[in-house]
């Protein structure tokens, strides 16, 4: 923890600063955030997750289970940190609890990350009710 020496009177203080600037950085941090999704930026996503739309037209706000869905069963490790900046996780955990098809993979994935059971997902419920082929 960095410390900040400052001057009272004729006495100094010693006074952690790690606060302030976690403070300072979250603000400015949201700033940024609000900033984007007001201008509507795009996200630096691998454009061939979205290779059947136009990727220039993509409403990232209105599609957001759409989005986060693809880069969580198709994408790499930048689209998933992309999606988080974005996002956030509590949106992700949100959208993704209420996605019709994941994989079983993403779906284990996304069970461990957030500590809930698959049993609460939808896409594992409708996997129940319409079994596939057997895998031999």
């Excluded at 988080?84 to 949100?94: K, N, S, V």
């Amino acid at each position: 923890m960095e410390m900040v020496f400052r001057r009272a009177g004729n006495h100094e203080q010693i006074e952690p600063l790690q606060h302030q600037r976690t403070g300072f950085f979250l603000n400015f941090v949201r700033m940024q955030n609000a900033e984007k999704k007001q201008n509507g930026a795009a996200m630096n996503l691998s454009k061939g997750l979205f290779w059947d739309t136009d990727y220039d037209t993509i409403d990232w706000d209105k599609k957001a289970r759409y989005v986060i869905g693809r880069v969580v069963t198709r994408g790499n490790w930048s689209d998933w940190l992309a999606i988080q900046e974005y996002y956030g996780l509590d949106r992700i955990r949100t959208e993704m609890l209420q996605e019709r098809y994941l994989d079983k993979k993403a779906l284990n994935f996304l069970s461990n990350l957030f500590s809930i059971p698959k049993t609460q997902f939808r896409c594992y419920i409708l996997q129940q009710s319409n079994p596939g082929h057997w895998d031999f």
